[in-house]
Every structure is written in C-alpha cells, then in structure tokens.
C-alpha cells in the first residue's frame, strides 16, 4: 500500500529533515529582553556613548599632551587650538580643558557609581525586609519612609557636606543615603508579591531562615525592577553630585567634577564660552544616555508596562 | 471627610517631632560651632556667648529648650547675624521664596496640563514630539545648567532680560528664576497628564461618549478631564516642594533676596538657628501640602475611602 499517494514519503523525508536540524532552542527571558533591548535603537546609541564617555574618561587621559593640572604658560585663556593639543582651550589658569573634562567626568562617573552602589544596597535589604515580613514591622518601616520623604534632602545635604567636611566618601554616603526612598518603595511592592509565590512557601516548609529567604529567593527574582531603577538613579545622583559641587561643597581641587567646571565656567561664559561648553555638553549627553538606557530597559525587562 | 481630615492631621503630629529631633542632633553632633571664626575669640566671650546661646548647657538640655520654645512659636535667635531672630529673618525672606515658587508653580502646573492634553489627543504627531523633546530637556538638565544657559543667551548675548540680581517690584527680573524653575516641573506635569489622558481615552465610558455624538471639546470636557487629572493632582505636592527647595538653588544663583541665599550662608556658617529654622519651616509645609493633597484626591476619586 505504501506510495500510492505519495503521503508517506513526504512524511519520511519530513522526519529525515528533522533529524538534520538541531533541537529547538527555547529563548530565555533574559535573550528575550535583550533582543527587545536590540530593538530601541535610542537605547543603543546611548549605551554606546556611555562605553565611549566612560572609556574616554579612564583612558583618554594617558593619551593627551597636558594633565588636568599642569599649567601651560603660554596659553592662558586660550580657545580651542589643535596645533597645541588644546582642544577644549584653556582655562584662566592655563590649565588644558580637555584634561580637566575628562578627570571631571571621571569623578563624577565614580561618585555616581558608588554611591548608586550605596543606595541600591540600602533600598533592596529595607525593602526587601519590610515587604517580607509585613504587619507592624512593615508599617513601621514604611512610615520612617514616608518622614523621610517628606525632609527636604537637599538642605540635609548641605548640612552633611558643611558639618562633616567636604571629603568625597561624604560626598557618596550622603547623596546615597538619600537616594534609596524610591527604591525601598518599589523593592518592598515587588516583594509582597514574590512572597506569596510557592519558592518561597518551599524554603520555609524546608527550614529557611528568614535572611536566607530574603537574599537567596526574594532578592534575585527582584533583579530587573532593580536595575531599570538603578539606571534612572544614575542620572539623579550625578545632578545631586554636580549642583553640590556648583555650590561649592563638593569636590575640591585640584580635582574637579563636571558640577565644579561647571560652576567656573558659568561666570565668565561670556568670554571663555569653552569653559562653559565643554562640561556642559558631557554633563547632559551623559543624563540623556543614563535617561535613555532606563527607559529602554523598563521597556526591555518589564514587557507589561508597555 | 472630617474625621479623615482630622485623623492625618493627628498623625502627622509624631511625624513631625520626630524629624524636628533628628535634625537638631544630626546639626549638633557634627564637629564645629558658629563661633569658630577666623580670629580666635578671647575665652572669656566665648564662655558669655555660648552661655547666651545656651550652648554651654548638655545638649539633651538644649534639646528640650528648643522643643518648648518651639511650641511657643519661637524658632531661637540667629547664632551668626547679629541683632536678628529666625523669625525675622523667615518673614524677610520667605514670603519672596514662596512668591517666586508659587508663581512658577502656577505657571507650570497650567502650561504642564494644557501641553499633556494637547500631546495626548494628537498622539504620534508633530505636537507630541515637540512635548517629548522639551520634556527631555526640562528633565535632563538640571537647574544650575539651565540657569548659566539662559542667562548666557538671554540676558549677555540678547540683552533681552537682566541676568541676575533684583530690583524691588521688577517683574524682568523674575522672568529667568521662574521659567528655570517651572520647566522641569511643567515637564514631568506634562509627561503624567499625556500618560493618563491616553489611558482614559481609550476606556470604555469615553467611547461611549464618543459614539453618542459628544464632540471632541465636550467628550474632554465632561468626561475626560477628571480621571486624568488624578495622578497630576498626586504630584503636585511633591512638586510644590521640590519648586520650594529648587528655589533655594535658583535664588542662590540668580541673587535673588530670598530664604534660600539665608540658608545656604548660614550652612556655612553653622549658624544653628537659621538651619533648623528653615529646616523645620519647610517640612511643616510639605507635610501640610501632602495632606491638602490626600484630601483632594478624595474629593476627585470616589474609589478612595476614608479609613
């Protein structure tokens, strides 16, 4: 009877062809957002003007002719001249521009870096506790959220900065300490949710002590609200950082960040605009891109939203 | 509605002690006094003086003569500015403070709606992408940046307004501090009244509106409007704040005579009574503000209920 129709060799040449093929692979989530990811093409772009801001910042300045400090007597208060590898131009002190943008952006990358650090660590934990355990220590704990929210956190700021000193690591436990209210919020909603989920139910059944729980279950699924909030606390960290050096009580020189060149180019912008310009247009490139790649992540890892 | 009133303002009483307390320690505990001045005082006035000021006393001591006259409505003397008390120096300053945030607040609130609505209903057209462009900007760059580049172009390169300073009873001169300090706010206003326009132009109730004939001003009008502005009306609490204390900033850099350029000189100065002062003042202001808008967002949406 075989091959009257025809319909069994299409079929064995169907299953030969499969068994040529490698299995299907499944994609996981993580492949799936960054596909999504892929997509948004603002989003790429500001990644890879981050990667390059970033690499500028750490490895341009073994390549320049002049260091951030280094006094160029024979160019004080010069324009942009490429013959003389000023090409940021001076400043009243003839210091080279370029030099000093990037060591600027340089610390402000670091200030932002570890105090988001400070801020994820101490919003995730608060939350993560809160929302676990609920009831009264729930309450509790979000009430101390609610009073701090309602402190005005920049003048706490000046105070920290004026009372203990203008040293950096100030500078981060400060700016950190405020900026993790958000993020004890958000931690603590996802994490009444997670909580009712059977993982949890098991590691309990099985004898976990609540931190175990905590950090071992509740604390990795929470990855990806983390990270879209860490990117947008980037931006956040780097105004606060700056507008505090713009008023004088952030970092002191010879080091700089982009708030201080900033706050010495604003007053003679009129004549020596280069002062201006060029930490300026670091400074926002860099708030547009962390901008961008929180909003393409949100899109990316939280497909609901959408 | 009277109870639910009562109960958050009765609740926001601790609230309220409890930051009072941490700001004073937090002032005290830090290394340094107001008197430690370039000239070394002689002993002798500076045991007067910080006797004067109580200073001499144990701080737990310190602590509850603050509280009582605190209760008592008097927020101390000015440690640094001689002849003056906080008070003053808060009805000096203050009222200009508040001028200029309400006004911007005002301003930006308006324009923040009005341009949400407008992006909403023309959704992925030119009007929306201009919106999304100047929200951009108005989030991104911050408001000391914002400041030196309006003042750069509009004041030294256009002379079309003055750069800074003031002039008493010159409107000019507020023009730059407002607009710096209305956009971002105008921006994220914008940004949540496009969000939930479009959310509530897509429910089933405006369809219904729609499809028995309601022209498009009425269907926003009558129907839309409301809802949408619940998560704005959420915001403007915050918002006034943030103006609040943006302000303090912007005053500093525009030299403009408000509370701010008292508070920042008086940081420096470890001028206490100024500090706490101004501390205490302003979060008095944002508690309250927060509980005018719990109170509205009753009014406006009838799924809350007065627990």
């Known amino acids: 009877m075989a091959g009257i129709t025809g319909k069994d060799e299409v079929l064995t040449a169907y299953a030969r062809k499969l068994e040529t093929l490698d299995a299907p692979k499944g994609r996981s989530l993580t492949q799936d957002a960054i596909r999504r990811l892929r997509r948004n093409k603002a989003a790429v772009v500001a990644i890879f003007l981050v990667v390059f801001i970033v690499a500028a910042a750490f490895i341009g300045p073994y390549f320049l002719t002049w260091g951030y400090a280094e006094v160029d007597w024979t160019a004080i208060r010069k324009p942009p001249d490429f013959e003389k590898g000023h090409y940021f131009g001076t400043d009243q002190n003839g210091r080279d521009m370029l030099a000093r943008v990037l060591q600027g952006t340089q610390m402000s990358l670091i200030v932002a870096a570890v105090a988001t650090v400070v801020s994820v660590s101490i919003g995730v934990v608060y939350g993560a506790v809160a929302g676990y355990f609920g009831g009264r220590v729930d309450a509790v704990m979000m009430r101390i959220v609610d009073i701090m929210y309602a402190l005005p956190y920049i003048l706490f700021v000046i105070i920290l900065m004026v009372m203990f000193g203008r040293n950096p690591i100030m500078l981060f436990v400060g700016i950190g300490a405020i900026e993790w209210l958000t993020m004890a919020r958000i931690v603590r909603g996802q994490t009444l949710s997670i909580k009712e989920k059977e993982f949890v139910e098991a590691a309990r059944a099985g004898g976990a002590k609540p931190w175990t729980i905590i950090m071992r279950h509740i604390v990795p699924n929470l990855t990806g609200p983390v990270v879209i909030y860490a990117t947008l606390t980037i931006p956040e960290v780097i105004i606060a950082e700056s507008f505090l050096s713009y008023l004088g009580l952030g970092v002191q020189e010879p080091q700089t960040s982009l708030g201080t060149l900033i706050s010495f180019g604003a007053p003679v912008a009129e004549v020596l605009p280069w002062m201006l310009l060029g930490p300026a247009g670091v400074l926002v490139t860099l708030l547009l891109c962390f901008t961008y790649i929180g909003d393409g992540l949100r899109d990316a890892l939280d497909p609901k939203d959408r | ?307």
């Open chain 2, 1 to 307: 509605m009277l109870g639910y009133a009562l109960r958050r303002v009765l609740s926001a009483i601790p609230i309220a002690l409890i930051a009072v307390t941490v700001c004073f320690f937090i002032l005290r505990l830090a290394p340094g006094g107001p008197f430690d001045g370039e000239r070394a005082l002689p002993p002798t006035v500076l045991a007067n003086l910080r006797a004067h000021y109580n200073l001499d006393q144990p701080l737990i001591n310190q602590y509850f003569i603050y509280i009582w006259r605190l209760l008592h409505g008097d927020l101390g003397p000015s440690m640094v500015i001689d002849g003056f008390n906080v008070s003053q120096l808060i009805r000096i300053g203050f009222p200009f403070t508040l001028t200029v945030a309400l006004t911007a607040f005002v301003i930006a609130t308006s324009i923040g709606v009005l341009a949400g609505m407008i992006a909403a209903v023309n959704q992925n057209k030119w009007p929306d992408y201009v919106l999304v462009l100047a929200v951009m900007l108005g989030v991104v760059v911050p408001n000391f940046l914002m400041a030196a580049l309006l003042q750069l172009w509009f004041g030294v390169y256009l002379r079309w307004l003055p750069a800074g300073g003031w002039v008493n009873g010159s409107i000019w001169h507020l023009v730059l501090p407002v607009t710096v300090l209305a956009w971002p706010h105008a921006a994220r206003i914008s940004r949540l009244m496009r969000g939930s326009m479009i959310e509530v132009l897509g429910t089933n109730y405006v369809r219904t509106a729609k499809s028995k004939g309601l022209g498009q001003r009425l269907v926003l009008a009558r129907h839309a409007i409301k809802p949408a502005l619940l998560p704005v009306v959420s915001y403007l609490g915050p918002g006034l704040s943030y103006l609040l204390t943006g302000s303090l900033a912007v005053e500093q850099i525009f030299g403009l005579p408000g509370i701010g350029k008292y508070f920042v000189t008086a940081a420096l100065n470890r001028d206490y009574g100024i500090v706490l002062g101004t501390t205490i003042l302003y979060m008095f202001i944002i508690l309250a503000l927060n509980l005018l808008v719990d109170l509205v967002y009753a009014w406006l949406d009838p799924k809350v209920r007065y627990r």
